[in-house]
């Protein structure tokens, strides 16, 4: 079943987060507690979403303002489909449900974004997204 997470879903989505955010390059950065504070941010504010598919995927999005004009643009944040049930449609169902919400929200432009390490493009390309922009980071050294 596919539904808008509500505060009762936060242990669920708290611990989807943690596995999504250990398959980061940046995951020795991320901080439990930080963690814990954005997913309640995503289940309490109301230009935040997040949704659930079957309890085992999870998409979170947000709405901002086009920075180079006055549409609004909703924003994926973090998606996660456990290994187990990838390839069984959640994730397409899924980006339904983001896409279905930013409309509702008067949204013009949609962004997904993935991490270099993934396979993802071919997926957005099939969902009618293109390729915009690369990223590129460097990690600092730690100061003394």
């Known amino acids: 079943m596919l539904r808008q997470a509500t505060i009762?879903?936060?242990?669920?989505?708290f611990g989807m987060c943690v596995k999504f955010s250990q398959t980061l390059e940046l995951s020795p950065y991320i901080e439990p507690y930080s963690l814990q504070d954005l997913v309640t941010t995503f289940l309490t504010d109301e230009n935040?979403?997040?949704?659930i598919c079957d309890d085992v995927g999870m998409l979170a999005a947000c709405l901002t303002p086009f920075l180079l004009g006055t549409v609004l643009t909703a924003q994926e944040i973090a998606w996660w489909v456990e290994p187990e049930y990838r390839k069984q449609n959640i994730g397409q169902r899924l980006v339904e449900a983001y896409e279905e919400w930013a409309k509702s929200k008067g949204c013009r432009i949609i962004t997904m974004a993935c991490y270099a390490n993934n396979?993802?493009?071919?997926?957005y390309e099939k969902c009618g997204y293109s390729l915009n922009e690369?990223?590129?980071i460097k990690c600092l050294p730690s100061a003394l």
């Open 119 to 123: 396979n993802l493009g071919p997926f």
């Open 48 to 51: 935040k979403v997040v949704f």
């Open 134 to 136: 690369l990223g590129y």
């Open 8 to 13: 009762a879903d936060w242990d669920l989505l």
